[in-house]
């Protein structure tokens, strides 16, 4: 059972300071590590599920975005 992390984080101008993926990333570390005791599987597992986690940041900010030029443009 597994679990993945996805994200636009390596796209985002605060990727050097923003700490939030590593923590997701790092919790799902630990509900994979809740089946193993001393590196061998538990005969009762506790983890069960699988899937993907998005990070779908809403102050998210893509480094390769154009910068607007000022004035009016054929989309306004």
Do not use: R, W
């Not at 939030?20 to 005791?37: E, L, P, R």
Request: aromatic share 6%; glycine share 8%.
């Amino acid at each position: 059972m597994s679990y993945g992390l996805i994200c636009k984080c390596p796209e985002c101008k605060k990727k050097k300071q923003c700490i939030d993926s590593t923590f997701i990333q790092t919790a799902i570390s630990g509900i994979h590590a809740v089946n193993y005791a001393n590196g061998v599987i538990k005969e009762l597992p506790l983890h069960l599920g699988s899937g993907s986690i998005e990070i779908k940041c809403q102050k998210f900010e893509d480094e390769n975005e154009k910068p607007k030029s000022p004035g009016l443009t054929f989309d306004e």
